[in-house]
């Protein structure tokens, strides 16, 4: 127990998201990048588990993780916060309306130590667009908690057929130190 | 409006007729991704199969949700039909298509110029774009103009044994679809999946 724990917090992140894709044999994972998620992709494209390939929308990797999952084959999709803005019409579209367990990775940005207004702005509209769906979605802050969240909401999402998406806060995904 | 370069100096089809010409080939449980509007009625209206998927918005997604079949299922053949208005919002997938290259891909662009279900305003494109050259510049080295029926069938059976994946463009008239798909989302998406052997009836 202890033993495990202490693995656990040895852990980045990142290893945990993807072995947390790994373990609930999500294979295809198309994104559009983001510095956070940097590491996370380049394992990814290390791994041959996975097919991982940038799309020039999000839209676009959206749709193509719809149409993997109806011919048997699991995905998510990674993107940053403004990214998930462009999204609205394909959730209400696609994903929602014919139950599709869209996984969604959104890395938070324009919030705790943003400096270009425009992310700040456009991170207000997630959570009001994910609500007004009445879509699920968790912000993941610790480390600690982050392989509960990824395991049990993709298992969610799979046996409920309804999309999630997993909020990664700079809480969990940046370095804490306060530079002086 | 529609511009004469050669490369579209081909014949003015029809859309449903060349639908029914493609669905009237599949013998093999083809997959066969109908994109919004006009492109999926006639889908439809050419008689539906299980393994049929029709679109009810998300303008663009066609290619890129037959891409995600096409990449589960490598053995299948995966057709995908497109308008041009709907091509144009999400262009980008052409390369991103490029670039995965699966060789069980056809995607079949129905090319009117026009918005033909809003009222047939002009696309942006229609008077000076050419979505081959814009597909080959995308790096789909196999994509062509069909002239006539006859040319669209024989690039349809082209197709089956390319080892790249296929773009196939068709001019077509301004006429609207024929009959409208049963708009039940859940109902499509399950039959298609029990149509892929994905899932079985309960």
């Not at chain 1, 979605?137 to 392989?147: A, I, K, P, S, V």
């Not at chain 2, 995966?78 to 056809?106: H, R, W, Y």
């Not at chain 2, 859940?186 to 994905?198: A, K, Y």
């Amino acid at each position: 127990m202890a033993a495990a724990a202490a693995q656990t917090s040895a852990q980045a992140w990142h290893d945990v998201a993807l072995q947390g894709l790994k373990r609930n044999d999500i294979r295809l994972v198309p994104y559009v990048p983001d510095r956070v998620l940097t590491t996370l992709i380049k394992n990814l494209h290390a791994d041959p588990f996975f097919t991982t390939f940038p799309t020039a929308r999000e839209e676009e990797a959206v749709g193509i993780v719809s149409g993997a999952w109806m011919a048997g084959l699991r995905g998510a999709v990674l993107m940053q916060t403004s990214g998930f803005a462009t999204l609205a019409n394909v959730l209400a579209s696609l994903a929602i309306p014919y139950q599709i367990p869209l996984i969604m990775l959104v890395s938070e940005r324009g919030t705790l130590g943003e400096f270009n207004y425009g992310q700040s702005l456009v991170c207000r509209t997630m959570r009001p667009v994910l609500n007004s769906l009445a879509m699920e979605h968790h912000t993941c802050t610790r480390l600690d908690e982050f392989e509960f969240i990824v395991d049990r909401s993709i298992k969610q999402a799979i046996t409920t057929q309804a999309p999630v998406a997993l909020i990664l806060s700079p809480l969990l995904t940046a370095n804490r130190t306060i530079e002086k | 409006m529609s511009t004469n370069t050669p490369a579209r100096n081909t014949k003015v089809m029809n859309r449903f007729d060349l639908t029914s010409r493609l669905v009237a080939k599949l013998k093999h449980e083809e997959a066969v991704v109908g994109g919004i509007g006009n492109t999926n009625f006639d889908l439809w209206a050419a008689g539906h199969r299980p393994q049929n998927f029709y679109m009810l918005g998300s303008m663009g997604l066609a290619f890129p949700i037959a891409l995600g079949v096409a990449l589960a299922q490598p053995k299948r053949r995966v057709f995908a039909l497109e308008g041009d208005g709907s091509l144009l919002m999400q262009m980008g997938c052409l390369s991103t298509i490029a670039t995965q290259a699966p060789k069980n891909l056809t995607m079949i662009v129905m090319d009117n110029g026009v918005y033909q279900i809003t009222g047939a305003q002009p696309t942006p494109a229609a008077a000076v774009a050419d979505i081959v050259a814009i597909a080959q510049g995308s790096g789909l080295a196999n994509s062509a103009w069909a002239a006539d029926e006859e040319d669209f069938e024989r690039l349809v059976d082209q197709s089956l044994t390319s080892t790249v994946p296929t773009l196939i463009a068709v001019r077509i008239d301004d006429k609207p679809g024929t009959g409208q798909t049963r708009r039940d989302p859940v109902q499509i998406r399950e039959r298609f999946m029990l149509g892929l052997g994905v899932r079985q009836a309960l």
